[in-house]
């Protein structure tokens, strides 16, 4: 056998983790899942979302994930969890998106998805090293991507971040996330700006849309939870804040907003921005190494510290109706690039050199190390990543 039919995934139900997971597991129907769920409780929309899934049995718990406060206790029973179900469900492979339970005592291959990290979330965000209280999570994390097979990340720029922040320069590669186009269709738009996306994450750096907001002619709304999963909340002056949307209403507001604004000090991909793309939205992204990998040409970008900046970049789209409809179908045609099918695709591709085939090396002489493949360097090859 080349690849596996029956693989267990991992997936935080709190942030955009979950849509990629229900994303690819729809888009690979001949691989049997078994999804595990942490961070908090499934909500009913999350369970409803995979019931109609045939290829997916759902284990679903609130183990607290590695990056919140304290949580290794509970990130060590949830590895005996993990281990348990895989005595019952007998997986050929282990998709982990998450770092430290890739150093369980696992019997199969191991691949770890690497969609962020406290880390360089910590230096994009404060500007300087994380502080000795994440020495733990420094160590498992380490710990983690050293005991993968295989560790692929949404953009280039995260996948560099793991050498700078782990040493880890193993067998790596960089796989784009993607969504289905017909799911994110336009319709008629509003004079709005709209936002999406944890609002106490400071990373989103939604607090400067509150700052801009009086200087421009059009409201900005935004969506999302304004609570922290340790319980902090932030209140945002001068916007709407609409709360947390269920996925029907997210796309909604997409379809019928005209201007779409991510002002990110990090981001290592984004989904919202691609729905929000594929939606025909204008997109005013922060202008940071991942963002500027994915969509080019197909946005306006602005130094996320910048007040002015942010606020001329919304004010010209919102003065210039051309403009808007110019940025709206770059927006559309870049993100049509970012679909479901090309990452299955690509993920078949990885599932098959993880679970049956060798990595194969290219040309990192100096940056390799041994692993269950033999000495493979990093390794940035997929055809989504040379978008």
């Known amino acids: 056998m080349e690849k596996p039919s029956r693989i267990l995934m991992t997936a935080d139900t709190v942030g955009g983790v979950w849509s990629y997971a229900v994303e690819l597991i729809r888009a690979l129907p001949e691989v049997q899942f078994a999804l595990a769920t942490m961070g908090s409780i499934i909500t009913e929309t ?4 995979v019931s109609c899934l045939p290829n997916v049995s759902l284990f679903p ?4 994930l590695e990056w919140m406060d304290h949580p290794w206790e509970e990130v060590d029973r949830a590895g005996d969890w993990l281990l348990e179900i895989a005595r019952e469900f007998k997986p050929e492979m282990v998709h982990l998106n998450g770092y430290a339970h890739a150093a369980l005592p696992w019997k199969v291959p ?3 998805v690497a969609h962020s990290c406290v880390l360089s979330w910590w230096s994009a965000v404060k500007k300087c090293e994380a502080p000795p209280l994440f020495d733990e999570y420094r160590r498992r994390v380490k710990a983690g991507l050293h005991s993968a097979d295989l560790v692929i990340a949404p953009t280039r720029a995260m996948l560099d971040t793991l050498g700078e922040n782990y040493g880890f320069y193993g067998a790596g590669r960089v796989v784009s996330n993607g969504r289905d186009a017909a799911e994110f269709r336009p319709a008629m738009k509003s004079q709005n700006i709209f936002a999406a996306g944890r609002i106490w994450d400071e990373a989103k750096n939604f607090a400067t849309l509150a700052a801009v907001a009086p200087r421009t002619p059009w409201p900005i709304e935004i969506a ?3 609570a922290d999963p340790n319980g ?3 209140e945002l002056k001068n916007v709407r804040s609409l709360g947390k949307l269920s996925p029907a209403e997210l796309r909604s507001r997409l379809a019928s907003s005209a201007i779409y604004v991510l002002p990110a000090r990090y981001e290592p991909f984004g989904l919202s921005a691609l729905e929000a793309g594929l939606c025909e939205c204008a997109l005013v992204l922060g202008d940071i190494a991942s963002l500027r990998e994915i969509w080019g040409y197909a946005a306006i970008f ?3 510290c910048d007040h002015g900046a942010l606020a001329a970049a919304l ?5 210039d109706e051309a403009l808007r409809v110019k940025y709206s179908k770059r927006a559309r045609a870049r993100g049509e690039h970012f679909s479901a099918t090309r990452t299955a695709d690509a993920y078949r591709a990885v599932y098959h050199d993880c679970f049956g085939s060798s990595v194969v090396a290219c040309a990192v002489p100096e940056r390799t190390r041994q692993s269950r493949f033999g000495v ?3 390794r940035t090859t997929d055809a989504t990543a040379r978008l």
Do not use: C, H, M, W
């Not at 999350?46 to 979302?49: A, G, I, K, L, S």
């Not at 718990?61 to 607290?64: H, T, V």
């Open 376 to 378: 493979g360097p990093l």
């Open 302 to 304: 602005i130094d996320p």
């Open 46 to 49: 999350q369970r409803d979302e």
């Open 61 to 64: 718990s609130s183990y607290a």
């Open 110 to 112: 191991v691949l770890v």
């Open 232 to 234: 902090r909340s932030v």
């Open 224 to 226: 999302g939870d304004s």
């Open 315 to 319: 004010n010209r789209l919102t003065n």
